[in-house]
Nanobody, 127 residues
Framework: QVQLVESGGGLVQAGGSLRLSCAAS????????LGWFRQAPGKEREFVAA????????YYADSVKGRFTIARDNGKNTEYLQMNTLKPEDTAVYYC????????????????????WGQGTQVTVSS
């Protein structure tokens, strides 16, 4: 098993930046594909970004492509989401997640494929 703890959320003005971190403990970090998802009030959980076990492949939702960057440091057991040019529609609770069955060179956009989840961190973007 792996335990995930997010940090770095907060309140920011539109156009600003935040960096989310997700610290992992438990099984070998590099065994997992990793992802970020978000959920706004009254909406379903949606895919934001995912990264392969080695970190060599990254995938993004169209709504964040070019503004967000996902990264991982397997030596520090930490996943990151750098969020730039934030918009009010980015307001949501952001969750990091780990996929125990992820192939080495890809990662899933489907939240149902993820086995472990953090508690979430609130991101609020004011206009």
């Amino acid at each position: 098993q792996v335990q995930l703890v997010e940090s770095g959320g907060g309140l920011v003005q539109a156009g600003g930046s935040l960096r989310l971190s997700c610290a992992a403990s438990g099984r070998t970090f590099s065994d997992y594909g990793l992802g970020w998802f978000r959920q706004a009030p009254g909406k379903e959980r949606e895919f934001v970004a995912a990264i392969s076990r080695s970190g060599g492949f990254a995938y993004y939702a169209d709504s964040v492509k070019g503004r967000f960057t996902i990264a991982r440091d397997n030596g520090k057991n930490t996943e990151y989401l750098q969020m730039n040019t934030l918009k009010p529609e980015d307001t949501a609770v952001y969750y990091c997640a780990a996929d125990a069955d992820s192939p080495a060179y890809s990662s899933s956009r489907n939240y149902r494929d993820y086995d472990y989840w953090g508690q979430g961190t609130q991101v609020t973007v004011s206009s």
